[in-house]
């Protein structure tokens, strides 16, 4: 079939990846080491067996090029990969572009996003481990979706703090999770040191994943039956993502296509790493290939942020890292991209931008909602408002190539659906979005309460 005739590209499952791929092994500069947030001394695996289990941690400071993916959970991968691969041809026509686009659209699981792609393997360590229950955080509800998903296939009980301005936002999400046997408090709550803290000193506090992670880490701390789980940041979430990247490339091999440009939306980071690293690895040898995060004007982490160690949540108790950080008790507005809201970034993805490899760039709420409602219209799939970041991204991009009369090849990560989003969707067409721009002068405190490490 001629390349111009294609609009969806299918892998068998006889295709689906057989390992990850860690892109630790080919960075020029490592990701610099976590430090214990007590100690501020280099991690150990002993400092993380509080709340992981073995096989994460070992994934967590692993330097090893490829893993394998466990049968059991290449099993579970079958219900729903390989993802599809589109061709927007219709998004093409209606910006009159020379550019092809594609996007990897992982919202065809049932919950939605990419995030079961590492849901399903940490349930399963866990499991293994002898865990009775996980204790996570969510922001937007994806991630909080996917794990209570995951641990009721593998029989274990769930509990997600779900950011409150989100859990405000999203009732459908929660209803999501509990049909799947979660326990989801809003967050601060008072079930915690950490959100009683946080209540006292701000009773309408709107929270933020900061404060989320740190109810959910001292819940796993504190109770010996359970373990923390996050979706995001983390080097093994990084890792379990790239199977995103890893079909895609092949994907795009079936029609004789390469991206020249690459774009993701980026909170913690792993939906951007998940499709960018299998690349860029293609660029440490030689390819020339552009990837971009793309995050909320409202939490500018990359592009506003600062290098530098810092807390990955509010009450210092998980790893310190450095990574792009906004501080560790910003706490950013309530935008409806909930999953974009993190103050910090992976380490990996941080020391990648700060090296220069990787781009970044920030939008406002309604020029992200104006991409997703062209979207939706071109192609028929109703866009979450995080993954429309990465859209707005891609269609201005493609602007600029009709301009040049280029035909760039553009691919973009299509993370989630936005079907639980609609509230949302109807304040932007009711046109009370506002575009939040984050204020330097706002954080100078934030900043000045980084841990003193060099």
């Known amino acids: ?81 390989p993802s599809p691969l589109y061709r927007a041809k219709n998004l093409e026509k209606q910006l009159d572009t020379p550019a092809r ?14 995030k079961l792609n590492s849901a399903i393997p940490q349930a399963y360590y866990n499991k293994i481990a002898g865990i009775k229950r996980l204790a996570t955080e969510t922001g937007a509800g994806q991630w909080g979706s996917a794990l209570s998903l995951a ?63 740190s109810e959910a880490v001292e819940d796993a701390a504190t109770h010996a039956d359970t373990n923390y789980a996050l979706g995001s940041v983390l080097n093994h979430v990084c890792l379990h993502q790239s199977i995103i990247g890893i079909e895609a490339k092949k994907q795009m091999e079936m029609i004789d296509e390469y991206p020249d ?17 299998p690349f860029l690895q293609d660029k440490f040898n030689g ?9 909320p004007t409202a939490c500018p982490t990359l592009t506003k942020g600062i290098f530098a160690y810092d807390y990955g949540d509010v009450a210092k108790m998980a790893p310190i890292a450095r990574m792009y950080t906004l501080g560790h008790d910003f706490v950013p507005s309530g935008i409806h991209a909930g999953g ?65 009369g280029e035909e760039k090849v553009i691919l973009f990560c299509l993370s989630g659906h936005g079907y639980f989003d609609f509230t949302a969707y109807e304040n932007y067409f009711n046109g009370v979005l506002d575009d939040i721009e984050y204020s330097s002068e706002s954080s100078v405190f934030n900043l000045e309460c980084l841990p003193d490490i060099k």
Not at 261 to 277: K, V
């Open 1 to 81: 079939m001629r390349r111009d005739e294609i609009t969806k590209v299918i892998l068998p499952e006889s295709e689906i990846p057989k390992q990850w791929y860690n892109i630790i092994a080919d960075m020029p500069n490592k990701p610099a080491a976590y430090r214990n947030p007590v100690t501020h001394e280099v991690i150990q695996a002993d400092d993380m067996r509080a709340i992981f289990p073995d096989e994460l941690i070992k994934q967590e400071m692993s330097t090893e090029r490829y893993i394998d993916i466990p049968k059991e959970v290449r099993e579970m991968y079958r219900q729903f990969r």
């Open 101 to 114: 686009i594609y996007y990897k659209y992982e919202g065809t699981n049932a919950t939605g996003s990419h």
């Open 151 to 213: 641990t009721s296939q593998f029989g274990l009980e769930c509990s997600v703090y779900m950011v409150k301005v989100s859990y405000q936002q999203k009732p459908y999400r929660r209803s999501f999770m509990k049909t799947f046997g979660a326990n989801v408090v809003a967050s601060p709550s008072n079930l915690t040191n950490s959100g009683r803290s946080i209540l006292e000193k701000d009773p309408d506090c709107t929270g933020s994943l900061g404060i989320a992670i």
């Open 261 to 277: 440009m690459i774009f993701a939306c980026c909170g913690g980071g792993t939906n951007f790493a998940g499709i960018s690293f």
């Open 287 to 295: 390819k020339k290939v552009r990837a971009v995060a793309v995050e």
């Open 340 to 404: 974009l809201r993190y103050h910090g970034d992976s380490a990996t993805v941080s020391q990648l931008y700060h090296d220069g490899i990787i781009e970044a760039k920030a939008y406002g709420q309604k020029a992200v909602f104006d991409a997703a409602v062209a979207f939706a219209k071109a192609e028929g799939i109703v866009p979450a408002p995080e993954s429309a970041h990465a859209i707005r991204a891609a269609m201005d991009e493609a602007l600029l190539a009709k301009e040049a």
